[in-house]
């Protein structure tokens, strides 16, 4: 018999353990932290996104997709019990509007927004190009012994812009990378919001150095739907990221990911708090 | 005697004049639907991010200054009343979080999360680079009439990637323009944010033709704080703006407000509704 006492054959990965909610009714649930994503203060800002993502996603009057999340990290989630509630405030035609709110201790740790929707076939056009990448078979596997918990889940395969503390100040902090879950696991809109939050923070890869720092908000918009998420499967996504402006405690940090075949997955963009 | 019974030499800015609230109490507002400010359904969406987050920022519990506004269209707003209701759901010592939300005839037409924060000094960088322009008194201002009401409330000087309806679709949807407020008005976060939304669809400007489209969601990070809008005055601001991805109905925009002395004043991304 398999752990949890699930019959030989399941297997629950640990990112759907981090991110599971037991649902109690009118769109609340309860949640609970795990380890296995635990980052220096508090979880991995990834598995907290899709936590709240999760909470309008499997609630059973959400309509369409994810188009637009945006996650607003209030304070340090504890190392336990948590509510997270879920709210359709407007259903269009095509759209759906959510807000959720994630609840630790009677205190407000995070909030989210976000917005379903049904695509249809329209004209389309790819504007931005991917990355230059050799094959994701090429790049060295970043070892991850001496990293947070969150980051042994993810398989990282850096092709420039790594972090190599103490090796000096960059001229810029863009890096490109192949990344998917460790182990293995299809990828759908929930590990897609979590990988938008995987990229180390800007501020190391500039300054080559760690810093505390903590993100305060982060949005992922979708441009795809499930249909190409099951064509990407668990094939490595190439990412890039990059900061614009470090300014007086806060910088912030904008990101792509992309699939199979040149596909834009999702776009990110954070603000994020660092000390000094 | 001025009109509203203001004396004169008073003279409210017809933008202060759209994005007004009234104070009921309780973090809740009665605002009304500008006309001097409609788009071709409902108002721009710029003067209502304003009206949401001067709600908050008028609050007087409010503390810090604007870091990250998103805003969440999820209805036309009618031409009448409407009521707004800010809450802070959480007070650090340097950021304060805030939910938001604008309810007209007992609907939710928009909601939004802003987070505030406390800037102090530290190590700082600019990485992204401002566009190549001319002096804006050497480009020429762009001839509003025609154009939905809000236009006429900005002044545009489009250096490069206008929008002239029929002139045939383009390869890419860059624009880089100079804009301000018309009649002038000192800069402040409020009409920062909506200036945010000012850059023409960038549907419009790819394929050279109006299409219906509405935008859904729209983040605006903010990398400045009071003193540097204070030295900008109302000094034209320089923008870029651009598409990364246009899909199945939906298309991303992505855009940069720079000001004097090649300061980044603004960031902002928003997904957009496009019919064909």
Redesign the interface.
Known sequence: MGRRGMSAGEFLHPFDAAIALAPQGNGSYLGQMSGSYANFIGPFGGTTAATLLNAAYSHPERIGEP??L?V?F??PIADAEFTVTAKP??T?R??Q?W?I?LVQAD???A???V?F?L??????????RPPEAPAAAKVDLLPVAGLPAWAQNYEFRIIGGGFNPGSGERS??MTRLWIRDRPQRPLDFLSLAAISDAFFPRLFV??QRYSPIGT??M?V?F?A?SALLARQGSVELLGRA?????????F?Q?A?LWGIGGE?LA?T?Q?V????
């Not at 695509?119 to 931005?128: G, M, Q, V």
């Not at 990059?242 to 806060?250: H, K, P």
């Not at 708090?273 to 000094?276: L, P, Q, W």
Request: hydrophobic share 35%; proline share 2%; aromatic share 8%.
């Open positions: 188009l637009s945006t607003n209030a304070a405030v407007r269009n095509t759209t509007h807000t709110e205190a407000v740790a909030t989210a927004t917005v929707a695509r249809r076939p329209t004209w389309s056009a790819l504007e931005l810029h902090s500039r300054r305060v908000s949005t918009n441009h739907d990059r900061a614009q402006r470090f300014r007086d405690g806060y912030d904008v792509e834009l776009t963009h603000m708090y660092f000390k000094e």
